[in-house]
């Protein structure tokens, strides 16, 4: 279980613990990250966490997402997204 840092936003947390797998290649490119639905269920957050979690990953160029697919890893020489 995850021991929460008290003094910073759990979606900053969770978001940390993505960058850090698709840094160590947990999640190389083109793989495809957790839905909300599952890091609810990884993490115990709500939704709404879930989702600031992947629009930051996505605002950062980290990610993209494929509506009705999920949300995949970006390449490095992927665009960042607008």
């Given at each position: 279980?995850i021991?929460?840092?008290?003094?910073?936003?759990?979606?900053?947390?969770?978001?940390?613990?993505?960058?850090?797998?698709?840094?160590?290649?947990?999640?190389?490119p083109?793989?495809?990250i957790?839905?909300?639905?599952?890091?609810?269920?990884?993490?115990?957050?709500?939704?709404?966490?879930?989702?600031?979690?992947?629009?930051?990953?996505?605002?950062?160029?980290?990610?993209?997402?494929?509506?009705?697919i999920?949300?995949?890893?970006?390449?490095?020489?992927?665009?960042?997204?607008?």
């Open positions: 279980m021991e929460w840092e008290p003094d910073v936003a759990r979606w900053k947390q969770v978001a940390d613990i993505i960058r850090a797998r698709i840094a160590d290649g947990t999640y190389p083109r793989s495809r957790p839905s909300v639905v599952e890091m609810l269920e990884e993490f115990g957050i709500s939704t709404s966490t879930g989702q600031k979690v992947h629009r930051a990953l996505r605002a950062e160029g980290l990610t993209h997402t494929e509506p009705g999920g949300t995949f890893v970006a390449r490095p020489s992927d665009p960042p997204a607008s």
